[in-house]
Nanobody
């Protein structure tokens, strides 16, 4: 079992920045891929970004390229999502998730473990 705990959400003005953290604990997950998803009210959960623990390979959704950066600290077992140039449409609950097999997929069904989510609100 893997436990994921997100933190770092909050309220920020448009153009501002936030850094989300996802601390992972539990069984060994060095082969996992870690993803971030978000869900706005009335919308489906959507892929934001993904990183592998080994190699740090990343994939980003088109709508965050150039604004968001995903990184990881293998010693702290923590993944970070640096979000810059935030827009009101980035407002959502952001979820951290773990893909046990590191499949490279970006759909929600590929991810086996989920955090509780952290709210990000961007005011205009």
């Amino acid at each position: 079992q893997v436990q994921l705990v997100e933190s770092g959400g909050g309220l920020v003005q448009a153009g501002g920045s936030l850094r989300l953290s996802c601390a992972a604990s539990g069984r060994a997950f060095s082969n996992y891929a870690m993803g971030w998803f978000r869900q706005a009210p009335g919308k489906e959960r959507e892929f934001v970004a993904r990183i592998t623990w080994i190699g740090g390979r990343t994939i980003y959704a088109n709508f965050v390229k150039g604004r968001f950066t995903l990184s990881r600290d293998n010693v702290k077992n923590t993944v970070y999502l640096q979000m810059n140039s935030l827009k009101p449409e980035d407002t959502a609950v952001y979820y951290c998730a773990a893909d046990r097999v590191g499949s490279g997929r970006t759909d929600v069904y590929a991810y086996d473990y989920w955090g509780q989510g952290t709210q990000v609100t961007v005011s205009s």
